[in-house]
């Protein structure tokens, strides 16, 4: 029990060091790298890495941008298995769409408690 928290600190702190590291040192932008991040995620999970890592870090490894591509491609899998070619567009949104939801909901709720004011 105490190496699963373990294992999802140490991976998931991985993800994001690689993440910081590609901040610091490139010239890419912080939305590249996000979208780099969750296409790595889908062929990851494509060519059949990804999952092992899930099974092994479990949240360390689902939480991360990386894991929002895992969960996609698991969701087009599966749709595919149900709906055929319908599954290709259905399948991932389908399966992130909890996540996707609790996103807007919580992002709309603290820009109604919270107050705007300028950066500077």
Not at 41 to 50: C, K
Not at 52 to 75: C, K, Q, R, W
């Amino acid at each position: 029990m105490l190496m699963d928290y373990i294992n999802a600190f140490w991976v998931g702190g991985l993800i994001c060091v690689i993440g910081q590291i590609l901040i610091d040192k490139t010239k890419l932008t912080p939305a590249r790298i996000l979208v780099s991040f969750v296409v790595l995620g889908v062929v990851l999970t494509a060519i059949g890495i990804y999952k092992p890592i899930v099974d092994f870090a479990g949240a360390g490894a689902t939480v991360p941008l990386s894991g929002f591509g895992y969960t996609m491609a698991e969701g087009v899998k599966k749709a595919i298995a149900s709906d055929d070619a319908l599954g290709i567009i259905t399948g991932g949104v389908t399966a992130a769409a909890a996540g996707i939801a609790s996103a807007i909901v919580f992002g709309y709720l603290f820009a109604l408690i919270t107050k705007q004011r300028d950066k500077s």
